[in-house]
C-alpha cells in the first residue's frame, strides 16, 4: 500500500464514496490505486470543480467530501471553490501534491515544475486547518487529524499537500477519525429553559448548524411542543418537511415575515451565525429577548448579542430543550396564512414569470432530487422561496457569494448517488464552467442544467438600473447553449416560457442522463437581494 492509497482508504472510512480529482504528473499515485473497496475517482474538467463538487456531496450527504488536485497551478485553481466551502462550512478535505522533497531546498525557489515557495499558504486564511505532512507517518497523522477537524462542529474545509515521491512510497495505515460534539453546559441551559418559559410569544430560527448535526426531528419536537413558528435560513431549507404546520415556508427578507419575528418576545436561534445575508445586513428587527444556541463561542455572539447564550451541539440541545420546556397549549401564528399572503402579494408585485418559475421546480423537479441554485436571479427565487421539503435537498453558494457554482456543485450528488439534479444557472454563471458539460457526458451523470437566459449579468443589470446608472460590462455574448450541450450528446432543448417548463423537467429528470434546458426570461430579482431589503 502507498501513501496515495492509504489516504483513499481513511477516505473510505469515513463514508466518502466518490473523489473529485484533476490528474496531473504529481498526483498521479492516486489513479494507480484505485481499487475496489476505496473511493471511485470521477474526473473533472477544471480544478475548481474538484472542490465544488466534492463541496456539492458533502453538503447532500454529510459525508467529508474529497478532492485531489496537482502541484502549485493545479492547487491554486481550488481556492475560490475552497473559500465558499470555508463560508458554507462544509466538510472538506483538499489534498493536493507538492514538489518532491528530494528537490526541495529550504527557502530557495529553485525553479521546479510548479514550485511555490508556500503552497499551502494559499489555503490558510480559509481553512479550518492547513497540514504539511512531509513523510509516510505524517501522513497518517494529517489525514486522521483532517478528517476529524473537517467533521468536527462548527465543520469547514480542510487542506493538506503531500510531495509527489511521498503519495507513490509505502504507506502507514490512519487512525480512525470522526467528529467531537461540543458538550452542553447545565447552567447555560437551565437558564434557555427559564427564558423561553418566561416569555409569551416564541419563535424558533433554525440554521444550517441544525441540518449538520442530524437535529431535524429534535426541532420538530421543539416547535411542536412550543406551537413556534419556525423560520430557517438559507442553509437550513427544507429543516422541517413542507405542510408542517410551525415551518414559514418563505424567507425573513419578506414584510410579513419580519413583521411575525418582530412581534415575538423571544426568539430562539439554533445552529446560526445570523450572516449578513440572512438578515439584511443586521438590520432586520428581532424580539427583544433571544436565546442563542450554537457549538463555536464567537458564532454565539458575535452579530446578535445573545440575552442567554448556550454552546452546545445542536442535537443535545434542541433534545434538551424539547424535553424541559413546558408545552403550549395553542400557538400565536398561522404560518400557512402567511405563506399564502406572500405569495399572492409577490404575483402582484414582481408579475407572474419569478414564481411560475418557481412553482415549476416545486411541482416538477422529484422530492428525491437534488437542487443547486447559482448565484443568478432564478437562483434567487428557486433558494430563497422554492418548498424544499427536505434536508440537504438544497444546495446555494450564499455563504461567499460564489457565481459560477451550481454546475461543478451539481456534480457532486449526482455523482455520489445517482440522484436526479438540477442545477439552475444564469447564462452568465453557466460560462465559469461550462467545460463541466464534458464531465456530465463522460461520466453520464443525472444532471439538468437549467440555464435561464437573459443574456446579461441580470443581477448586475438591475442595479444599475435601480440606481440610474447606465447598463456598461453588464451585456454578454453567449453561446447557442442547445447545440453546445448537444456537440456533447446531451440531450437539450429550448423551452418557450414557464408553462412548458414542468414538463421539460419531469422528462428530464425521468431519463436519468444529462440534460440543459434553456429559458429565455429576465425575471426582477426577490427581496432576497440587497438592492430590494429595503422595498
Known amino acids: 500500500m502507498t501513501v496515495a492509497g492509504s489516504i483513499l482508504d481513511a477516505l473510505a472510512s469515513a463514508g466518502t464514496e466518490r473523489v473529485f480529482g484533476l490528474p496531473g504528473v504529481h498526483n498521479l499515485a ?32 454529510g459525508s467529508p467530501g474529497a478532492a485531489l488536485t496537482t502541484t502549485g497551478p493545479g492547487a491554486a485553481n481550488a481556492v475560490a471553490a475552497f473559500g465558499e466551502a470555508a463560508a458554507s462550512h462544509s466538510p472538506v478535505v483538499l489534498v493536493a ?35 504539511r505532512p512531509r513523510t509516510a507517518a505524517e501522513v497518517a497523522e494529517a489525514v486522521s487529524e483532517a478528517l476529524t477537524t473537517a467533521l468536527t462542529w462548527p465543520q469547514g474545509p480542510v487542506y493538506l499537500d503531500v510531495p509527489t515521491d511521498v503519495l507513490a512510497s509505502p504507506g502507514v495505515p490512519v487512525p480512525p477519525a470522526g467528529p467531537a ?6 447552567a447555560a441551559l437551565a437558564a434557555a429553559v427559564a427564558e423561553i418559559d418566561r416569555a409569551g410569544r416564541v419563535v424558533l430560527w433554525a440554521g444550517g448548524g441544525v441540518v449538520q448535526a442530524g437535529a431535524e426531528a429534535e426541532l420538530d419536537a421543539l416547535a411542536r411542543r412550543l406551537k413556534a413558528p419556525v423560520v430557517s435560513t438559507f442553509a437550513a431549507r427544507g429543516v422541517l418537511p413542507d405542510g408542517h404546520p410551525y415551518l414559514v415556508a418563505a424567507p425573513p427578507h419578506e414584510p410579513e415575515v419580519a413583521a411575525l419575528i418582530a412581534d415575538a418576545d423571544l426568539m430562539v436561534a439554533v445552529g446560526t451565525d445570523f450572516d449578513g445575508m440572512n438578515t439584511r445586513n443586521w438590520t432586520m428587527p428581532r424580539p427583544p429577548r433571544l436565546v442563542s444556541v450554537n457549538c ?21 440541545a434542541l433534545r434538551e430543550l424539547s424535553g424541559a420546556v413546558a408545552a403550549r397549549p395553542e400557538g400565536w401564528a398561522d404560518p400557512a396564512a402567511l405563506r399564502a399572503k406572500v405569495r ?48 440537504r435537498r438544497l444546495q446555494y453558494p450564499v ?53 435561464v437566459d437573459d443574456a446579461c449579468y441580470g443581477m448586475l443589470r438591475y442595479d444599475q438600473e435601480r440606481f440610474g446608472h447606465p447598463e456598461q460590462g453588464v451585456h454578454l455574448a453567449t453561446p447557442d447553449f442547445v447545440a453546445l450541450a448537444g456537440s456533447f450528446g446531451i440531450d437539450a432543448r429550448d423551452v418557450g416560457d414557464a408553462g412548458e417548463l414542468p414538463a421539460a423537467l419531469r422528462e428530464s429528470a425521468a431519463r436519468g442522463r444529462p440534460a440543459l434546458l434553456r ?12 438592492p430590494r431589503w429595503r422595498d
Request: proline letters at 9%; a negative charge.
Open 97 to 131: 501534491s507538492e514538489i518532491a522533497t528530494t528537490l526541495r531546498r529550504p527557502g530557495v525557489v529553485r525553479g521546479v515544475l510548479h514550485e511555490s515557495a508556500d503552497q499551502a499558504g494559499l489555503f490558510e486564511p480559509l481553512a479550518k486547518a492547513v497540514y
Open 399 to 451: 455563504g461567499w457569494g460564489t457565481l459560477g457554482y451550481a454546475l461543478p456543485a451539481a456534480i457532486g450528488p449526482a455523482a455520489v448517488s445517482r440522484t436526479p439534479t438540477l442545477a439552475v444557472c444564469g447564462d452568465g454563471g453557466l460560462m465559469f464552467a461550462v467545460g463541466e458539460l464534458a464531465t456530465l457526458a463522460q461520466e453520464r451523470l443525472p444532471v439538468t442544467v437549467l440555464v
Open 519 to 530: 429559458l429565455p426570461a429576465a425575471l426582477i430579482p426577490p427581496r432576497t437581494t440587497s
Open 296 to 316: 463555536d463561542p464567537v458564532d454565539l455572539a458575535k452579530n446578535y448579542p445573545p440575552d442567554v447564550a448556550v454552546r452546545a451541539d445542536a442535537l443535545a
Open 344 to 391: 399572492a402579494r409577490l404575483r402582484a408585485e414582481d408579475g407572474d414569470g419569478p414564481l411560475d418559475l418557481v412553482e415549476a421546480v416545486e411541482d416538477a423537479w422529484p422530492a428525491e432530487g437534488a437542487i443547486v441554485a447559482d448565484m443568478a436571479v432564478a437562483g434567487y427565487w428557486i433558494g430563497g422561496y422554492a418548498s424544499m421539503g427536505r434536508p
Open 30 to 61: 492516486f489513479w494507480q490505486e484505485q481499487a475496489p473497496g476505496r473511493p471511485d475517482i470521477v474526473g473533472v474538467r477544471h480544478e475548481q470543480t474538484t472542490v465544488y463538487a466534492a463541496d456539492g456531496a458533502a453538503r447532500a450527504t
Open 181 to 186: 460534539r461540543t458538550a452542553t453546559d447545565p
